[in-house]
């Protein structure tokens, strides 16, 4: 064993050494979520990361610890996103209006997840059905400050140190931009490449699946158990990053333009070629268009709310519905017709060997917990149908998280991990991003 798994807390640990620590008898699935339950407890008053927490846990663990299968994920906790379905527990989406009855089946997800031996802690804290009206969970690494939306609760949870996985999902930037703020690795799943059943929805061509996890090494591990991967064929590095400034979409923050600025020296560091993407005019429009597919899906999705809840709705999520509604079917499948070409176009650029390097969000957490941040950097990717994966490691001089993401194709997320960890690794050694 290398000596800094011997001496580190078992719970601070990475997840494949908390799992090869219940391996090896070193401690048991049942002592690992009690200790996560503890950490829990400790910090919610002020996190305030949780809508629901399981009662069953030990019980759980003991079934894990008695299973005799080789178990990936044996004893990690496990939080879930409240829009996705848990047995037992309520799903209500950060909402008023959906049934407070407890759902009988997990989703897909879920029960796979448990299937490799994770242990669900609970549900977290999201916005209603997904969008833009805040909950109460607070910026672990500054209270004062917002986790983003509207996985907020998970990415504080996993930024927290509480639990080392979460569910969480992406509409728009409802993950990269959370984990950025809360100091994670995230990973946006491909479109379609996951089943989202059990999971309340807001835009089918848009919605997909995410992990949060501490570090990329740790995100790669879940992917790989959860998707059946053979963790030995590894990919090496890409043939070229194309570095995206995304001001196109609108101003940085200067601590986000000070880190994008380090990005060349540190990928030439571990000998990745990089030069600028030049893609500005598809960019805003693949931004403009997700936000047309989003309010037209979302409007017919919500339509049962729209029209027998309207009262009880928040503010924002009723101005998008109303705006889905204003869409006609033509202007929406004029926006999916430049989708499906600029997918095309990028897959040429990409060639299948290279990927995008560019900010998960604006810049830092904002101060105040009125307003979740923007998504806009999310938006083009995400209509897309991309697989992202957020790096952490950078921090502001005042200690709040800063993160890039990183995009690929689709079967090619080993690029995303390989250049993911590197990165993570140099972002960690380097010193505070100065506004």
């Known amino acids: 064993m290398q000596e800094e798994y011997v001496n580190a807390p078992v719970v ?9 620590s219940v391996r090896t008898c070193s401690t ?6 009690s200790h996560a339950r503890a950490a829990i407890d400790a910090q919610e008053s002020v996190l305030k990361a949780w809508v629901h927490l399981s009662a069953t846990i030990v019980d759980e663990a003991a079934k894990v610890d008695a299973d005799c299968r080789d178990l990936p994920l044996r004893g990690i906790s496990l939080a879930v996103k409240d829009l996705i379905d848990v047995a037992g527990m309520p799903t209500r989406a950060g909402s008023l209006v959906t049934p407070s009855a407890a759902a009988v089946t997990d989703a897909p997800c879920v029960a796979r997840l448990r299937s490799l031996g994770a242990v669900v802690q609970g549900k977290t804290v999201t916005t209603e059905f997904g969008y833009f009206r805040p909950g109460p969970t607070r910026n672990p690494h500054a209270p004062g400050h917002t986790p983003g939306g509207s996985s907020s609760g998970s990415a504080a949870a996993v930024g927290a140190g509480t639990v080392p996985l979460a569910l969480g999902t992406q509409t728009a930037g409802s993950l990269t931009r959370p984990s950025s ?43 790989d158990a959860f998707t059946g991967s ?69 409007a017919r999705t919500r339509a049962r709310e729209f029209e027998q809840e309207q009262d009880n709705l928040s503010p924002q999520i009723k101005d998008l519905l109303q705006q889905g509604h204003a869409i006609s079917e033509t202007v929406y499948a004029a926006a999916l017709i430049r989708r499906d070409r600029s997918r095309e176009l990028l897959s040429e650029i990409l060639d ?82 100065h506004e």
């Not at 048991?28 to 979520?33: D, G, I, R, Y």
């Not at 806009?376 to 490691?393: C, D, K, T």
């Open 12 to 20: 601070d640990l990475s997840i494949a050494d908390q799992v090869r």
């Open 28 to 33: 048991t699935a049942t002592e690992l979520v």
């Open 181 to 223: 703020y809360c100091g994670t690795a995230g990973m946006v799943l491909a479109h379609g490449s996951t089943d989202t059943s059990g999971i309340v929805g807001l835009s089918r061509s848009l919605d997909s699946v995410g992990f949060l996890t501490r570090t990329v090494a740790d995100l790669r591990y879940v992917y």
């Open 230 to 298: 053979n963790e030995e064929a590894r990919e090496g590095l890409p043939d070229r990053a194309f570095i995206w400034g995304g001001s196109c979409l609108g101003p940085l923050d200067t601590s986000m333009i000070a880190l994008l600025d380090r990005l060349p020296a540190a990928l030439d560091r571990v000998d990745l070629c990089s030069g600028p993407l030049d893609w500005d005019d598809h960019v805003q429009t693949l931004a403009e268009d997700h936000a047309t597919v989003m309010a037209y899906e979302a």
């Open 352 to 433: 299948g060997s290279s990927v995008i390097i560019g900010p998960a969000a604006t810049g830092a957490a904002p101060k105040g917990l009125s307003v979740t941040g923007s998504p806009v950097l999310s938006r083009p990717w995400q209509l897309l149908g991309l697989p992202v994966v957020v790096v952490p490691g950078a921090r502001t001089a005042a200690g709040l998280p800063l993160g890039v993401q990183i995009i690929g194709l689709p079967g090619r997320e080993g690029y995303l991990f390989r250049v993911g960890e590197m990165l993570e690794e140099i972002l960690r050694e380097g010193p505070p991003v």
